[in-house]
Nanobody, 125 residues
Framework: QVQLSESGGGLVQAGGSLRLSCVQS????????MGWFRQAPGKEREFVAF????????YYSNSVKGRFTISSDSAFNTVYLQMNNLRPEDTAVYYC??????????????????WGQGTQVTVSS
C-alpha cells in the first residue's frame, strides 16, 4: 500500500499563500493519480483538488478554483498544492489521498484507499 506524508501547513493571514507537499513512498499505484481533501472540525472530509499525471488533467472544487493549483514533480513522487489568496474558510486539516485501483469518482473520499497524516492550515482574518 502506498504511504503518504503531507507537509507545508501553518498559520497564515487572509490573502496569504502556502504550498503543501505530499510525498509518496512504498509500492506505487501505477495510476499516477492523487487527490487533496480537507476536513474542518465537525465537518466531513471534502474534495479540494485532483491530478491525473498521465493525462495532465486537473480538477478543483468550486470553492478553490482559481486560487489553488495542484501539480507534481516529474516522477510523481511528490504532489503539491499551491494555495493563494487564502481565506478563513480554508482553515482545515489537509490530506492527500491515493485512490483505490478501480476508482470511479475522484471527488468522493470513499474512493481513496491511502491517506497521509494530514497537515493543519489555519487562516486568520
Amino acid at each position: 500500500q502506498v504511504q503518504l506524508s503531507e507537509s507545508g501547513g501553518g498559520l497564515v493571514q487572509a490573502g496569504g499563500s502556502l504550498r503543501l507537499s505530499c510525498v509518496q513512498s512504498g509500492p506505487i499505484f501505477s495510476g499516477n493519480v492523487m487527490g487533496w481533501f480537507r476536513q474542518a472540525p465537525g465537518k466531513e472530509r471534502e474534495f479540494v483538488a485532483f491530478i491525473n499525471y498521465n493525462s495532465g488533467d486537473t480538477y478543483y472544487s468550486n470553492s478553490v478554483k482559481g486560487r489553488f493549483t495542484i501539480s507534481s514533480d516529474s516522477a510523481f513522487n511528490t504532489v503539491y498544492l499551491q494555495m493563494n489568496n487564502l481565506r478563513p474558510e480554508d482553515t482545515a486539516v489537509y490530506y492527500c489521498g491515493a485512490p483505490k485501483k478501480y476508482w470511479h469518482d475522484y471527488r468522493l473520499a470513499r474512493e481513496y484507499s491511502s491517506w497521509g497524516q494530514g497537515t493543519q492550515v489555519t487562516v486568520s482574518s
